[in-house]
C-alpha cells in the first residue's frame, strides 16, 4: 500500500474517531443514568470508551503526520492559502 494512501485512510480514521467521541458523549449526557450504577459511579464499559476514543484519535493523528512526512505531502504556506497577516 502507498504511503498516500495510508495517509488518507489514518485522516478518515482520525477524523471518524473524533465523531465518535462526540456522539458518544452526547449520548452520555442525554442517558446519563444508564452509564451509572446506584452510586453514581460510571460504569467500566463508558469509563473504557470515554478515554479510549479521544485517546486513540490522538495516536491515529500521530501516525497521519508520519505517513505525510513519508508521502512527501506539504503543508502549504500562509501565502499559498490566500490568508494574509
Known amino acids: 500500500m502507498s504511503a498516500r494512501r495510508l495517509w488518507m485512510f489514518f485522516r478518515y480514521t482520525r ?8 456522539g458518544y458523549s ?4 442525554m442517558n446519563r ?9 460510571l460504569y467500566l464499559s463508558t469509563e473504557f470508551w470515554m478515554f479510549f476514543l479521544p ?7 500521530f501516525f497521519e ?3 505525510r512526512g513519508r508521502a512527501g505531502i506539504t503543508r502549504q504556506k500562509r501565502d499559498e492559502i490566500g490568508l494574509k497577516r
Do not use: S
Not at 477524523?15 to 462526540?22: E, G
Not at 452526547?26 to 449526557?29: N, T, Y
Open 26 to 29: 452526547i449520548e452520555f449526557m
Open 33 to 41: 443514568r444508564h452509564h451509572m450504577d446506584e452510586f453514581g459511579r
Open 65 to 67: 503526520l508520519m505517513m
Open 55 to 61: 485517546t486513540a484519535a490522538v495516536f491515529v493523528g
Open 15 to 22: 477524523w471518524l474517531l473524533w465523531l465518535a467521541t462526540i
